[in-house]
Structure formats: C-alpha cells, structure tokens
C-alpha cells in the first residue's frame, strides 16, 4: 500500500496547551508524518509541539489559500471515502477537545470560513471522535480503508486502579480487538483526578 500524499493539518483552536491536547497532538503527528499544526501563537504551545510537526502561526484558512482541502467536520453531510483523497493537497482536522455533547465547535470556527468550491466537507460517523483518533480514522482511509470497514468503539471506560475510573465519551478506533487510546493518557486521567 503506497503512502498517501495528501498532507494532515491540525487546525489549533484551544488557548493553551494541556497534557491531554500535547498527548492528542503527538499522537496524531507520530500516525501522520508532515503534520502541520495551524494557528498556533502562543509562544509555549509552540514550544511544547517543537518536534512533533511544523508549526505555524497562520490559521488554517490563510495557511492554505481555502483550497484544495477536506475538512472534517461532524456535522458534514457525507462519510470520508478513499476517493476524497484523489485531489486533495489538505486534510483539516479540528484542534479542539470535545464536550459530553458535540456543541458544533468546528462548523463555526472553521468550516463556515471555507467555500465549497475546491474543498470538500467530510463526516467520519455518528460518534464523536478524539482528536487522534479523527487522524487514525482519516489516515485508515486516505490509505484505502473504507468507513464500514472501521471498529469505533461508542466511549471507553478507562480504569487506572480497582477502584477509580473515567469515562470517555468519544469514539476510539479497535484494532486487533484493543481499543487503541492516546499514549499516557491513563497517566493524564490518574493526575487529573487524584
């Protein structure tokens, strides 16, 4: 399977760096070589990122010329397919750490400033997905996986002792019959809630 030439961007919209988002944003560079982080202008998200991609203080729309660009978003109309990639130079994934509920975040910072025309407006399923496992999803089909042939699971229960546990709401990829998680996330949750 031949690599994909379409290059990941991840379009930064939280206001500070957390060790859940440097976790998500690391994860997602090591699946995606070349990813550009965009919108990035704090001096010390800068800092903490140096190494896991370009970095660049443009957002994404000026970045790019809003074109030649996928964008997904979740309340996009069509499933992301292999043949999206044919003529795509971008694919844009939200920089922005979920809620329980979808409050639609990505449609108004970043898919309403993009035309139709030249890009194209993807969905990857009901189930809302972390930020690296959006960019697992994508790079699964940018390389010919189909959507249906992907296992996400619906949340995740994520025990660090026999007593404590968290429960994630977002959708996470199953591959090999495990759930694949952000690394150190366990770690996060356990200093998070101590």
């Known amino acids: 399977m031949t690599d994909n030439p ?19 944003y690391s994860h997602s560079a090591a699946m995606w070589p070349g990813t550009i982080f965009t919108n990035v202008r704090d001096s010390g998200m800068a800092a903490a990122l140096e190494g896991a991609g370009s970095i660049v203080a443009e957002d994404v729309l000026e ?20 043949d999206d990639f044919d003529n795509a130079s971008y694919i844009v994934v939200g920089g922005i750490l979920g809620y329980d509920k979808p409050k639609g975040r990505t449609r108004k910072l970043i898919t309403s400033r993009f035309s139709g025309q030249d890009n194209l407006f993807r969905n990857m399923g009901s189930i809302q997905l972390t930020i690296d496992s959006a960019v697992f999803v994508a790079r699964a089909i940018a390389l010919g996986a189909s959507f249906g042939e992907l296992e996400i699971t619906n949340e995740v229960e994520v025990k660090w002792d026999n007593v404590h546990s968290t429960l994630l709401p977002y959708g996470y990829p199953v591959v090999d019959g495990k759930v694949l998680m952000t690394p ?11």
Request: hydrophobic share 35%; charged share 30%.
């Open 6 to 24: 379409t290059r990941l961007i991840i379009e930064n919209r939280e206001d500070r760096i957390s060790d859940w988002l440097l976790a998500e």
């Open 63 to 82: 970045y790019t010329g809003g074109k030649g660009c996928i964008i997904l978003d979740h309340q996009a109309p069509e499933v992301l397919s292999p």
């Open 184 to 194: 150190g996330l366990v770690e996060i949750l356990r200093k998070t809630n101590s």
